[in-house]
């Protein structure tokens, strides 16, 4: 069982940063690949980018490339998404989550989501 905590959010200028922060719960959380997702009002939730447990960064959301870095600390069981250069596009709720390698991001644990709002 591994539970997630979000925090980091909030409302930020439109070039401005903010650093996300996802704390997980349980021994086991070096055993995860751990992920960013987000959504937006009216639409469905998108990967935003993703992380092995040995640190190898998976992928990230096109539009996220260059302005977006996840991270991961096994030693204090948190995960980071720091963000620069933000665009009110990038308004949303971010969820953290973790799953075991080869499942599905469906068949693992979510956290309850930090708002993350740029303004204009």
């Known amino acids: 069982q591994v539970q997630l905590v979000e925090s980091g959010g909030g409302l930020v200028q439109a070039g401005g940063s903010l650093r996300l922060s996802c704390a997980a719960s349980?021994?086991?959380?070096?055993?995860?690949?751990m992920g960013w997702f987000r959504q937006a009002p009216g639409k469905e939730r998108e990967f935003v980018a993703a992380?092995?447990?040995?640190?190898?960064?998976?992928n990230y959301l096109d539009s996220v490339k260059g302005r977006f870095t996840i991270s991961r600390d096994n030693a204090e069981n948190t995960v980071y998404l720091q963000m620069s250069s933000l665009k009110s596009e990038d308004t949303a709720v971010y969820y953290c989550?973790?799953?075991?390698?080869?499942?599905?991001?469906?068949?693992?644990?979510w956290g309850q989501g930090t708002q993350v709002t740029v303004s204009s």
């Open positions: 992380i092995r447990w040995s640190g190898g960064v998976i």
């Open positions: 349980g021994r086991t959380f070096r055993s995860y690949t």
């Open positions: 989550a973790a799953v075991l390698e080869g499942r599905r991001w469906s068949e693992g644990y």
